[in-house]
């Protein structure tokens, strides 16, 4: 059992270092400018996944709004009976699906085309439906899971947090966004006792 254990940490730390190593750097780069111009012209980014892409999708949009970039993540189910009314023209959405078929994912691309969104696909196929209909695709692709069938997303779901998290925390160095700036929304928990220490004031 321990071995175990330490067999999939392993593999899932090795995902990430090979996708440091192999990820696109320039459509990174790409999304980081798009996200500080969001930030600049109070713009949303909008992110939707549907099952443990949903759960990654739903973290960074929470990274996002601690660094002040205005986020919320829109439910594939609420999407369809109207959610989509609050996705509008400058706004970017980030679509997020290992395959790049999934069904309820695609919903929401008419809709995005059709009000003036910068649409981000996040997959393993560039070649999918939604890599083929987005503005921009970030491919990130995991030779397999760690799981015993290698089919459980897991190593993947990490590894489009880990580039999210890079391009979040770009964005915040290159906006100037300062401690000040993140103890007003931050009071709480650990983050807010540690600035609160060192003097600051909401």
């Given at each position: 059992m321990k071995e175990r254990l330490k067999q999939v940490m392993a593999a899932e730390a090795h995902?990430?270092?090979k996708m440091a190593e192999e990820i696109d750097y320039d459509?990174?780069?790409?999304?980081?400018?798009?996200?500080?111009?969001?930030?600049?012209?109070?713009?949303?980014?909008?992110?939707?996944?549907?099952?443990t892409a949903g759960m990654?999708?739903?973290?960074?949009?929470?990274?996002?709004?601690?660094?002040?970039i205005p986020s919320f993540f829109l439910s594939p189910a609420d999407s369809v009976h109207g959610g989509m009314g609050a996705m509008q023209k400058g706004d970017v959405l980030v679509l997020i699906s290992k395959s790049g078929n999934t069904k309820e994912i695609l919903n929401y691309i008419p809709a995005a085309k059709q009000k003036g969104l910068t649409i981000i696909a996040v997959t393993e196929n560039a070649d999918s439906k939604l890599g083929?209909?987005?503005?921009?695709?970030?491919?990130?692709?995991?030779?397999?899971?760690?799981?015993?069938?290698?089919?459980?997303?897991?190593?993947?779901?990490?590894?489009?947090?880990?580039?999210f998290d890079a391009i979040a925390f770009s964005v915040m160095e290159k906006t100037g966004y300062t401690k000040e700036e993140f103890y007003l929304i931050h009071t709480g928990g650990g983050a807010g006792d540690i600035?609160?220490?060192?003097?600051?004031q909401s």
């Open positions: 995902v990430i270092q459509v990174l780069c790409r999304i980081a400018e798009i996200f500080c111009h969001v930030k600049e012209n109070s713009k949303k980014v909008i992110l939707a996944g549907c099952g990654a999708a739903k973290r960074i949009s929470h990274t996002l709004c601690v660094v002040e083929k209909n987005a503005d921009i695709t970030l491919k990130i692709a995991v030779e397999r899971e760690p799981d015993k069938w290698g089919i459980i997303s897991s190593a993947s779901t990490l590894a489009f947090i880990s580039a600035l609160r220490n060192e003097g600051l």
